[in-house]
Structure formats: structure tokens, C-alpha cells
């Protein structure tokens, strides 16, 4: 198998995973409180490069089926896209799993625009952010860090095996 396929082929399957795994527990992925477990998906990129784009598309497929579906594909997917530029360049895992929940800041300004009504005060804005920034700080660094520390990376095979791709 050559390169590009391989990694057309990781790309294909990273998206249909975020897009599963967001579809499959739906009532948890969207709105102004998300436990979005998907996202622990984003650490695949801290240990090889190769997954940003998948997690990227899955993003933008999930994101068709939020309820401001034009919204979120632009502004979800533009936020995973700088989240994974970080990711990709850090060493450390806790920052790993601290972008994505600093990146659910431009999340927060999203649902507080199409899903709370008017006026927009400071204050709803940092508890908008706060209840964004709570369910993804649990997910990545309640499941996702976990995950990868003493899973995963602790799995010299699984690990190289990622970085292979």
C-alpha cells in the first residue's frame, strides 16, 4: 500500500470514527453543555500528525447534524483545525488535552450568538464559556488523558504501530 493511500485511509477512518462516536451519543455532543467524547480522539494526533485531518472532517460531518448545522460546521471545524495545530506541535500530553478545552472558548462565543437570545452580556459569556470549557475539560481530561497515559502510550506496540501510519 502505498503512503498516500495509507493516509487517505487513516484520515477516512479517524472521521467516521469522530462521526460515529459523536452520533452515537448524540444527546451528549451538542449544545452549550457538551460531553463530546469524540474529542478524546484529538490526543490520536499528539502521537502521529496523520490523524488531524480525520479528526477535522469528523468534526465538520458532525457537525451537519447540530442544531445550527451551518454555524457549527464553520466555526466547529475552524476551532478543530487550530486546536490540532497545537496539538501536533506540543511534546506533552497534558497540553495535548489542554487545547482543545482552551479552543472551546471560540465554542463558547458560537452557542452564546445562535443559541442564547439577546441581549449578550459579559457574564452570560463566561458562564457559557464555563459550562463549554466544564464538559470538555471532563472529556479530554477525564477520559482522554487517562486513555492515552496509562493506556495507549503505555503500549509500546499500539504506540508505534500509531506512529507508523
Request: glycine share 6%.
Amino acid at each position: 500500500m502505498s503512503k498516500n493511500t495509507r493516509r487517505i485511509a487513516v484520515i477516512g477512518v479517524t472521521a467516521a470514527l469522530y462521526f460515529a462516536l459523536t452520533l452515537a451519543f448524540q444527546g451528549l455532543s451538542y449544545g452549550n453543555i457538551q460531553f463530546r467524547i469524540s474529542e478524546t480522539l484529538n490526543l490520536l494526533a499528539f502521537v502521529n500528525p496523520v490523524f488531524a485531518p480525520g479528526v477535522i472532517l469528523g468534526c465538520l460531518l458532525s457537525n451537519m447534524f447540530s442544531p445550527f448545522a451551518a454555524a457549527d460546521m464553520i466555526v466547529g471545524t475552524l476551532e478543530s483545525a487550530l486546536v490540532m495545530f497545537f496539538v501536533i506541535r506540543t511534546k506533552k500530553l497534558t497540553l495535548a488535552c489542554l487545547y482543545p478545552v482552551i479552543g472551546c472558548l471560540i465554542i463558547a462565543v458560537e452557542v452564546m450568538f445562535f443559541y442564547l437570545d439577546p441581549p449578550h452580556t459579559f457574564v452570560q459569556f463566561l458562564l457559557c464559556a464555563a459550562s463549554v470549557l466544564f464538559g470538555e475539560a471532563v472529556v479530554m481530561f477525564g477520559a482522554g488523558f487517562p486513555l492515552f497515559k496509562f493506556g495507549i502510550l503505555k503500549n509500546e506496540k499500539l504506540t508505534a504501530f500509531l506512529k507508523s501510519l
